[in-house]
């Protein structure tokens, strides 16, 4: 089993969770976060006093998957996330040894 | 002399607009403090409704509108602080308004004014520190200065035109609040960390409410319904429209783009402007004042960054300097909307320098707004530093980078997580409140 993690602009949320759920994927989790790579912050200015934001709003998306299926799920989200501008974020996929259903106490690919 | 009807109507509805300019000053502070003081920059302004309002129905109208306490032959400092205190006639009338609504009236002035100062503190002062300041200030500075300049005082014996309080109110707020600012010295990480607002739309709330509330304190200043009353009214709107435009202007030019802070900071220091002024200038005046002030106000904010003192707010560089331009204007461009009282015809004259009224109104215009400048300054300064030795006034520095409001009032301004309902010690005597 995978976990595939992305980190997405906000505003390419609806479009991943559609282009996921087209595909079948059963769930999945978002929270939102913070965070700079290449884009780095921007700056504000309040009575002339200018500030550097260097954190940006960011979504952070986590998938649980079968082995089978991963790439196409990050493929998926790379596809339905990018604008092509700097700052469209981050996919990566890690390896998970268990997963539990908590109601029913299923384990494995039975949980997903 | 019999009550005047509209007047006294006029008069009531003018100080509850003044009444809630204070709420939004709390608003316009709160919005430009971080998340973590705005609970304690809002109880300022707050706290100020209901000490001031107490203390000026004992003694301080006393003070600043009672019996003249006079300096042998000349006019003095300060009214007899009983003249009201239960005895006097207080359902007497002047001009047919009475007593009591010019007594509310004026309550609001006082009010706010004490208030204006709390944006100089920001994150950083201890509230009782706050509370002994502002009663000692408003005993010692603002309701003499009110007798001054208003109450048949020295000042006002000066000449000067001061319609609803550019020096008594502005000047006199914004010259303490840089005494304290210096007094309190720098917040931590100042000004090197990020200080920025943490709500824009309540800055902008703020200022609506005080440009609202304004209409009161200007065109009620003049105590009744009449031609006056609907120049300062006009005034009002003109000069803090361009002021609007003449801080959004600088600040384009000078970083780039118009902000809404800056708009809503524009708009408030056309209000300082045209409040010693709004009777005393023709419309168009009125609109260059506004243009002036606005755009003077945005390039006086950045003085604290050349000169290291840290007054938040730019309580300062908006009340101070929008105050002393509106305060000068007058001795420049005033105007003289004078009604022969005889023939009833408009006899209006120029009293400023660049209409034919030569030096003398510039000049009281002046030595009014710098002795009140030296007196608020010197006064605020004192107080600040005993409060200060007695440690009174700041707060620890782990308090203040923790946040103010949690230690000083055991709140917050909102909850950003709250994973578990949180439990009250309250609980076990809800059955007492009828559960």
Known sequence: MKLVTAVIKPHQLDAVKEALHAMGVSGMTVSEVQGYGRQKGHTEVYRGAEYTVEFLPKYRIDVLIDDIDADKVVEAIVNAARTGKIGDGKVWVTSVDEVVRVRTGERGLDAL | MELNAPDTGWILVSSALVLLMTPGLALFYGGLNRAKSVVNMMMMSFSSIGLISVLWLLYGFGIAFGTDVPLGETPGFFGNPSSYLGTADLFAEVDGLPTYVFMAFQMMFAILTVALISGALSDRAKF????????????IVYAPVAHMVWGGGFIGDLGVIDFAGGTAVHINAGAAALALAIVLGRRVGWPHQSFKPHNVPFVALGAALLWFGWFGFNAGSELAVDQVTAIAFLNTQVATAAALLGWIIVEWIKNGKPTLVGASSGA?????AITPSCASLQPIWALVLGLVAGGVSCLAVGLKYVLK???????????????WVGTLWIGLFGWDFAIDEATG?????????????GASQLLAQFESA??????????ALVIGFILKKAGLFRVREEQEIEGIDVHEHKESAYETFTPVES??????HSVSSGV
């Open chain 2, 128 to 139: 009782a520190g706050w509370l002994i300041f502002a009663a000692a200030w408003f005993t």
């Open chain 2, 268 to 272: 408030v220091a056309g209000l300082v």
């Open chain 2, 309 to 323: 003192y840290d007054d938040s707010l730019d309580v300062f560089g908006i009340h101070f300097v929008a105050g």
């Open chain 2, 345 to 357: 015809e408009y006899v209006g004259s120029g009293l400023g320098l660049f209409n034919g009224g």
């Open chain 2, 370 to 379: 710098a002795i009140v400048s030296v007196w608020s300054f010197v006064v």
């Open chain 2, 423 to 428: 439990t009250t010690s309250a609980g076990a």
